[in-house]
């Protein structure tokens, strides 16, 4: 496991760099160089073979590499309107957002299924483009099926760093899920 020790991110989407203490895999390294396709899909430009995904919010960064495409998400809890729920999410998850009387329980259900969906869109390489009432989510079967043909995708929802946040991955291969590690 690399510790990494500054994170510097360039927000016009060129480049992130996250340099690495040179003893910390027993090699120097001056950092990782992560470039971003056409849609914000990340890359690492000198390891086409491996794919990557990134996800920030409030105190948190979080990164996945595999040798499969892969999804990530997480997102610090706010409150969240009525009107966001509406727009961004199909009439099944709004009616049992709606549903849900307690507004404590209403976020960390809207924040559990906003971190499912937009893994997926990363793990789809389409992003926020594909929209995200495209798509539904079996919770019985922790899978995600899209409307517009994108493949079929197996979630997993991993224990978030600390409470007032959610963090989901997604996979096109089942057997991977139960593989996901916390470094």
Request: with cysteine.
């Amino acid at each position: 496991m690399l510790k990494l020790a500054v994170y510097e991110a360039e927000h016009d989407g060129l480049c992130l760099q996250l340099p690495v203490p040179a003893d910390s895999a027993g090699c120097k390294s001056n950092g990782i160089n992560v470039d971003y396709l056409y849609g914000g899909r990340p890359y690492l430009p000198f390891h086409p073979d491996i794919f990557i995904s990134i996800s920030h919010s409030g105190d948190y960064l979080v990164m996945a590499l595999s040798d499969f495409s892969i999804g990530v998400d997480i997102q610090e809890h706010r409150s969240v309107s009525e009107s966001v729920w509406e727009r961004f999410y199909p009439a099944e998850d709004s009616a049992m957002l709606s549903s849900i009387k307690d507004s404590l329980q209403r976020d960390d259900f809207f924040f559990r299924t906003w971190t499912i969906r937009e893994s997926y869109t990363k793990y789809t390489g389409r992003g926020l483009g594909e929209g995200l009432r495209s798509f539904h989510i079996d919770r019985d079967k922790c899978t995600v099926t899209s409307e517009k043909g994108s493949p079929k995708a197996y979630y997993i929802e991993l224990r978030p760093p600390c409470s007032g946040y959610s963090f989901a991955a997604c996979s096109g291969d089942p057997s991977v899920i139960p593989d996901v590690r916390m470094l």
